[in-house]
T-cell receptor, first 111, second 112 residues
Framework: DQQVKQNSPSLSVQEGRISILNCDYT??????FLWYKKYPAEGPTFLIS?????DKNEDGRFTVFLNKSAKHLSLHIVPSQPGDSAVYFC??????????FGTGTRLTIIP | DTGVSQDPRHKITKRGQNVTFRCDPI?????LYWYRQTLGQGPEFLTY????????KSRLLSDRFSAERPKGSFSTLEIQRTEQGDSAMYLC??????????FGSGTQLSVL
């Protein structure tokens, strides 16, 4: 039973426009939510996080939104740049134990 | 460089052989995690340590897999009698408190 889902395997966005990546989860016990970015043949790199007591966190071009009632997490990147092309994973934590990851979304920024 | 370090980056082995991977975490991090990632999937949790204690093991970690962190610093992951299904990227991560994890570059294992 997959607790974390990223339903879009891929997404293409024009450079300069907004990229929106989505993540849905089933377990309401998750209390800390993270986004990671991964380039081929490298490990995931931490991007941004949010705790369950907030509904928005912003860091430069990256904003994460959390809708607890809908069990939905999203990452907004604006403006999108060619270097943002990568695979993005949401990772969810419960009680500071371990992260459970989604299957990832491959983002391609079109120049 | 003070990030998470993994060795080797790539390992090619024949089915039935044993392999061992090493992970050096960020020095002040007391938590160390092992994950496995296959193509088209997200990282899957294998096991984690707090200092030298192994606190949780996934059911993905069969009897052929063993992980150690003898002095609470570096860790090793050994796979005995490798199978083709073990081919994957093995990722190590460390964390100060279990919230934000920092990953190494991974070890890509190919079992022929």
């Amino acid at each position: 039973d997959q607790q974390v889902k990223q339903n879009s395997p891929s997404l293409s966005v024009q450079e300069g426009r907004i990229s929106i990546l989505n993540c849905d989860y089933t377990n309401s016990m998750f209390d800390y939510f993270l986004w990671y970015k991964k380039y081929p043949a490298e490990g995931p790199t931490f991007l941004i996080s949010i705790s369950s007591i907030k509904d928005k966190n912003e860091d430069g071009r990256f904003t994460v939104f959390l809708n607890k009632s809908a069990k939905h997490l999203s990452l907004h990147i604006v403006p999108s740049q060619p270097g943002d092309s990568a695979v993005y994973f949401c990772g969810l934590n419960f009680g500071n134990e371990k992260l459970t990851f989604g299957t990832g979304t491959r983002l391609t920024i079109i120049p | 460089d003070t990030g998470v370090s993994q060795d080797p980056r790539h390992k090619i082995t024949k089915r039935g052989q044993n392999v061992t991977f090493r992970c050096d975490p960020i020095s002040e991090h007391n938590r160390l995690y092992w994950y496995r990632q296959t193509l088209g999937q997200g990282p899957e949790f294998l096991t984690y340590f707090q200092n030298e204690a192994q606190l949780e093991k996934s059911r993905l970690l069969s009897d052929r897999f063993s992980a150690e962190r003898p002095k609470g610093s570096f860790s090793t992951l050994e796979i005995q009698r490798t199978e083709q299904g073990d081919s994957a990227m093995y990722l190590c991560a460390s964390s100060r408190d279990g919230s934000k994890m920092f990953f190494g570059s991974g070890t890509q294992l190919s079992v022929l």
